[in-house]
């Protein structure tokens, strides 16, 4: 098995280096086909960055009575802190927010706090919740939780920008799907068309394998090893002339960010397993192998 896997394996690549006009004109359009691919895939990878950080934003501010006192609020810390959808608690006290107000304050409104008799502020808790609860839903549920809890005064998240930020996620999300298929779809018509015309200008040397008793697996095998090497070469290609796009456009937005070399390696197998089918379906259904 193993020697007859090899065999199919050099059967190939000499295949490759007989055609390589043909070869090479099928992986310069599987790049370019791959690479709109990527640049889409790059596009939403760099997207969902974007709303993670602001979503790692996103904190529920609890203010609290005047009347609770010290073990109120160590009681009040631990009921919060306690709450699995919660990361993090932070006290904030009063005069430590009156500081920080007075520092965002102009030098001329500042003055005026100086005339203010105590201290108008309340104490309070910022809220950080786990990274899969930062989400509108569970943030009017809890902040609707807390406000029912003694001794907190006011519970906040932001409601009418939160509101917005996520009809603007579903919005963007509806939009990258209903792209990402017509930018798959068409990458996987014009790949496939290309190893279409592979198959079909070797269609000869096909009949003539058939006809000296050669196996639909003997043929079969070699196009699609050649299939997925040709599309893990233009894969790499791809992947470079995105890199280079991406380094040009961090000119412009700085904050671009390339694949992480996980996602490089599963969209080089993806390209390697799409050329592989591509090979395949080709023979199948055109040569009828």
Known sequence: MFYRLKYLTNEAFRTIQRHKGVASMSIVIMSLSLLMLAVFLLATDNLLKVIGQAQQEMKVYVYLDDSVDADGIQKLHHDLFSSPEVESVVFIPRDEALAEFRTRLTEEDAELLNALQTNPLPNSFWMTLKGEHRDHATLVNVAGRISQIAGVEE??????????FSRIIRGIYYVDIVVGLIVILSALFIISNAVRLTVISRKRNIEILKLVGATNRFITVP????GAF???VAAVFSLLLLFAITVASRRVV????????EKSGIYLITCVVIGSLGSFAAL??????
């Open 223 to 226: 196009f699609i090893i050649e």
């Open 284 to 289: 199948r259904r055109y040569l009828k192998v």
């Open 155 to 164: 519970v906040r998240y932001g409601k009418d920008f939160i509101d917005k």
């Open 254 to 261: 700085p904050e671009l960010t390339f694949f992480s070399a």
């Open 230 to 232: 040709q599309g893990g």
